[in-house]
């Protein structure tokens, strides 16, 4: 990811700064709450609230980490506040639907297509189930390709906790997508 956004310009309200570090970040931190939210609209407004927070907040960021890695912070913590949100509605009898939207696939076929949409949604559906801190590990190190140190600065975590968490998933993963293969395969 590239580093080279002039911080003393965005604390002093430079727009073009600003503008630049929109345009780095936005696609990757949209990426990890999509995949953390697993909903188009919400990750939108989230990514949009974590830059309306970096812009207010920039003179606070006092380098002590990458700027990546406060932004990333910041989207987490949006993503897990909504998630907290949704749960104690839910709680209150209101339905939220896992899946708001589904990403654009191109394929060839029309089955295609659906098999593919049909193995996202299982996929995601299985991310979903996982502990939170292990559904954000895995998120940041597979999708969005951080280093451990750099999930484990994000999420304010030792690297050996981010190392187990990631390795738990990956374990959760694997027996939650075997468990929904024997049943449909019976």
Same mark, same amino acid.
């Given at each position: ?116 949409? #049909? ?25 969005? #390709? ?32 075997? #468990? ?7």
């Amino acid at each position: 990811m590239n580093e080279e956004i002039d911080i003393i310009a965005l604390q002093k309200g430079d727009e073009k700064a600003y503008q630049d570090l929109v345009k780095v970040f936005s696609k990757p931190i949209f990426n990890t709450c999509f995949y953390i939210l697993q909903n188009r609209e919400e990750a939108e407004d989230v990514t949009q609230d974590v830059f309306v927070i970096v812009y207010q907040s920039i003179s606070f960021f006092k380098g002590d980490s990458k700027l990546s890695t406060w932004i990333y912070r910041i989207a987490i913590n949006k993503c897990q506040e909504l998630l907290r949100y949704k749960k104690r509605k839910k709680r209150f009898g209101i339905h939220i639907p896992i899946f708001g939207s589904s990403i654009e696939i191109k394929a060839e076929a029309p089955d295609e297509i659906l098999h593919q949409e #049909e193995r996202k949604k299982i996929f995601y559906s299985a991310i979903s189930k996982l502990p939170e801190n292990q559904q954000i590990a895995y998120t940041l190190y597979n999708m969005e #390709e951080l280093s451990y140190h750099e999930i484990a600065e994000a999420m304010n975590l030792s690297l050996s906790a981010i190392e187990s968490l990631i390795f738990r998933s990956k374990q959760n993963l694997r027996k939650l997508l075997a #468990e929904y293969y024997e049943i449909n395969e019976q």
